[in-house]
């Protein structure tokens, strides 16, 4: 076996233990009453026992026999999820513990071996200005390994963002309704006419990856600084405080016009940085998603 094989394999491995541990111990009953059970197909009622959630209670069958009913329901669990993986240039970018483009890696399998428990289907789209490669969903253990094989040693033709490429390209190749997880740092063209329609269709949800200094230059002197996505390379004086506030008060109206597109869109969305570990973010959005159903 290859070198480069054998180390490949490693870091699937390695991946593998620490996220699919964190989906069964964190995220599988949490991403399950988050994501799941949207099609409830009723079946059967039966006499009301302690624990029971009170909506479910048949009023009309409680009446009738002066005694609490409860309406039991089978969920139509199989979902598709999918997930959309920003490739473009800046997700190399990060200063902290670990880049963008190792973030996104850890975030995509945790989802999807939150998936596969819940047995569900998982499919991949890699983009960056174009469709990079699109992974069709399916179940089973290996193909989420095959998927955080792609994740790990993928290879982009292609440097620039195009959110809105992206979301066209999944709102026509998958036509039933799904789960779709974008992950990017967003720094794209316009895309919100885009991911209405997607969200119309589907249930998308938004994770923003970020690098801390993106949104705040430490005073480093005279540094050059290189767009990853442009190969441009520009000097700039971060001892200026004037280009440090400048820097940051971009960054805010950057950020707070995401959100707005987002809220607009009615994607439910969260924000992760390099500098921090994923776990509180994606527990939160899923608690907060439990809560709106």
């Not at 983009?127 to 790990?152: N, V, W």
């Not at 290879?155 to 998958?174: H, N, Q, W």
């Not at 971060?238 to 987002?262: C, E, I, M, S, Y």
Request: charged letters at 30%; proline letters at 3%; aromatic letters at 10%.
């Amino acid at each position: 076996m290859a070198r480069d094989t054998k180390e490949l394999l490693k870091k699937v491995r390695k991946i593998e233990i620490k996220t699919r541990g964190l989906s069964n111990h964190l995220f599988s009953g949490e991403y399950h009453s988050a994501f799941k059970g949207r099609g409830m197909a009723f079946n059967e009622v039966r006499e009301y026992q302690p624990g029971d959630e009170i909506r479910t209670i048949d009023w009309n069958v409680t009446a009738r026999f002066n005694h609490p009913y409860v309406k039991v329901f089978d969920e139509e669990r199989e979902l598709t999820v999918m997930l959309l993986m920003d490739v473009s240039g800046s997700e190399n970018f990060g200063t902290q513990n670990q880049q963008k483009q190792d973030l996104a890696t850890e975030l995509c399998a945790v989802l999807a071996f939150s998936a596969i428990q819940n047995n569900d289907k998982v499919g991949v789209i890699f983009f960056s200005d174009r469709i990079e490669k699109f992974i069709p969903p399916k179940k089973g253990r290996s193909h989420i390994l095959m998927i955080i094989r792609e994740l790990i040693d993928f290879k982009p033709e292609s440097k620039g963002t195009d959110v809105a490429e992206a979301l066209r390209y999944f709102t026509s190749a998958i036509k039933k309704k799904c789960t779709a997880f974008i992950l990017s740092d967003f720094m794209s063209p316009a895309f919100e006419q885009q991911l209405k329609l997607a969200n119309k269709k589907h249930d998308v949800i938004a994770l923003r990856l970020y690098d801390k200094s993106e949104e705040e230059f430490p005073d480093l002197g005279l540094i050059p600084v290189k767009d990853e996505e442009s190969g441009l390379l520009s000097w700039v004086n971060t001892g200026d405080k004037n280009v440090r506030a400048a820097f940051k008060a971009d960054a805010l109206k950057r950020n707070a016009l995401l959100k707005d597109v987002f809220s607009k869109s009615g994607v439910d969305f969260t924000s992760i940085g390099t500098h921090e570990s994923y776990i509180t973010p994606l527990r939160t959005l899923f608690k907060k998603r439990e809560r709106k159903r």
